[in-house]
């Protein structure tokens, strides 16, 4: 955000300011992302994490003083920080625990994407009016962010979110698909009774139901 520094002249406090209200909607989006996520499902939170990034940041882009730059800013921030805490757990519970180890794949991505972002930023430098050069990057960031939207939105729950709200016939067709797309002849069966006296007597939701039953075996399984 330094060419929007320059387009208002701001000063290096306030510049320093910028990046701070990102660091604090970071704070609050990752704690309230991940409440939403534990109280009204995985996807729930996965999917509107990247709707309260793309609507900051297409606001961000037209932004029209240092103010309405900061909230949108605190806003943007929330939704990364949701996006950090929920997208690793979703990735996690769609993963058999023999590759879980895959999770370490998240931090390259990072790398990945920064190293996308700066390029990106060579060529806008190149090709922007002057001091423009961070509202042409947001404008590309919604697009990005609108292709990820339109990728994520028919993503079904996670399984064990499934389990931990005792839906137990709707985690077991789950399991089912994610079987015949895998290409595994396996008939999928969740022992229901079973299932709910230990969902019943589960008090911490921390800990995965499915490693709590036999029916752990179906994740390993189906992969």
Known sequence: ????????????????????CFMVGMLIGSYTW?????????????????????????VLTFSVNFYMLCVMVVVLGAGVGGEICV???????????SKQWALALLAACWCLGGTL?????????????????????CGIGVLIQVVYWLI?????????????????????????????????????????????EVCESQNNLKKSLIEKTENSSIMREIW
């Open 117 to 137: 972002a700066a390029l990106i930023a060579v060529v806008v430098e190149f090709t922007s009016p002057p001091y423009q050069l961070w509202r042409w990057l």
């Open 34 to 58: 991940g409440v939403l996520a534990d109280k009204r499902g995985r996807m729930f939170a996965f999917k509107n994490t990247i709707i309260c990034a793309g609507i900051a940041t297409l």
């Open 152 to 196: 994520r939105r028919k993503n079904p729950e996670t399984p064990r979110f499934l389990f931990l709200s005792s839906e137990f016939e709707l985690a077991e067709a789950l399991l089912q698909q994610m079987a015949n797309t895998n290409g595994k002849n396996i008939r999928v069966k969740i022992d229901i009774n079973q299932a709910k």
């Open 1 to 20: 955000m330094s060419s929007a520094g320059d387009e208002w002249n701001l000063s290096e406090v306030e510049k320093g300011i910028i990046g701070s």
């Open 87 to 97: 997208g690793g757990v979703v990735f996690q519970e769609f993963c058999p625990p």
